[in-house]
């Protein structure tokens, strides 16, 4: 198993920026991919971002190009999500996802975290 805990979420104004980091642990080896998803209550799940762990590989939504940024350090199981620009459409409930394979912002993934909450006022 592994076991996904997200940090960094919070409340704030339109145009500024917010870091999620989220450590992963356990059975770490089991998953090439890592990514974000949102959801809004009461709507479906839109993939954010996803990187892949062993090489370069990084992948967004059309909706945060260009604004995102995922990144991870290895050395302590973690990975980012670098949030510029954030407007209200960007408001929802963030979580932390690994998976095997493939690795594409529609992944299915296999694990996730409990999520952060990110709210953007304008």
């Known amino acids: 198993q592994v076991q996904l805990v997200e940090s960094g979420g919070g409340s704030v104004q339109a145009g500024t920026s917010l870091r999620l980091s989220c450590a992963a642990s356990?059975?770490?080896?089991?998953?090439?991919?890592m990514g974000w998803f949102r959801q809004v209550s009461g709507e479906g799940r839109e993939g954010v971002a996803a990187?892949?762990?062993?090489?370069?590989?990084?992948y967004y939504a059309d909706s945060v190009k260009g604004r995102f940024t995922i990144s991870q350090d290895n050395a302590k199981n973690t990975v980012y999500l670098q949030m510029n620009s954030l407007t209200p459409e960007d408001t929802a409930m963030y979580y932390c996802?690994?998976?095997?394979?493939?690795?594409?912002?529609?992944?299915?993934?296999?694990?996730r975290g409990q999520g952060t909450q990110v709210t953007v006022s304008s």
């Open positions: 996802a690994a998976e095997r394979w493939p690795c594409t912002v529609a992944t299915n993934w296999g694990f």
């Open positions: 356990g059975a770490t080896y089991m998953n090439n991919c």
């Open positions: 990187i892949w762990l062993r090489g370069t590989g990084t």
